[in-house]
């Protein structure tokens, strides 16, 4: 038995006494906790262990209810779940047009296509649960010749194999490439092909 006057912290309890409802509901102070105890975890990892991990590192925290932190390794947050986050499947679509566009672009610089512009949309089809879910994307690249809009053509095919969640998504990603020209000599790149 505790003495009356000793009260554990907010969100802990003495050893053997029950969970008080409010405790249970009081979740908003561990998700610090679990930092707290993460980031003492990453600074015990060795520099041999941290060169062999992965560039593409995340955690996850519950926040109570539907919704969680999820936390990379260079410290960006992002809200996510149904309940006030980013639902699963839209950072799914956003990782698969994010991928994309990061490929494309990077195989045009090296093909030395100046692209002038960049858009895409994305959508995901899982209604039918007898069919496996499809991505199809939907970027739109805004070049400034004809001879640039067939290459930007041919470089879409290279950047989906070059494209790390492409490859992961494989069949069940479609990209559907609409090529825009714009024949204005005024009009300035906005991604030079030239390699710094």
């Not at 593409?56 to 925290?61: D, I, L, S």
């Not at 805004?142 to 041919?154: N, Q």
Request: one cysteine or more; glycine letters at 10%.
């Amino acid at each position: 038995m505790q003495p009356e006057n000793l009260r554990p912290a907010p969100g802990r309890r003495f050893l053997g006494q029950e969970e008080s409802n409010d405790q249970r509901r009081d979740v908003s102070l561990r998700p610090s906790i679990y930092r707290k105890l993460r980031q003492q975890e990453r600074k015990t990892l060795n520099d041999a262990t941290r060169r062999a991990a992965s560039p593409y590192a995340t955690e996850t925290v519950w926040d109570g209810g539907g919704s969680g932190t999820g936390l990379c390794g260079e410290g960006q947050a992002l809200t996510v779940g149904y309940e006030g986050g980013w639902a699963p499947e839209h950072l799914l679509l956003l990782a698969a047009e994010a991928s994309f566009m990061d490929s494309f672009l990077a195989a045009a610089r090296d093909a030395n296509l100046d692209v002038l512009g960049y858009v895409s949309s994305g959508r995901l089809d899982a209604e039918d649960r007898s069919a496996m879910p499809q991505i199809t994307l939907r970027p739109c690249v805004v070049v400034g010749s004809a001879e640039d809009a067939r290459r930007a053509t041919l470089i879409s095919a290279a950047a989906m194999q070059q494209s790390v969640v492409g490859r992961l998504l494989g069949d069940h990603l479609r990209i559907g490439l609409d090529v825009q020209l714009e024949m204005s000599s005024s009009q300035q790149p906005l991604w030079r092909a030239s390699k710094n």
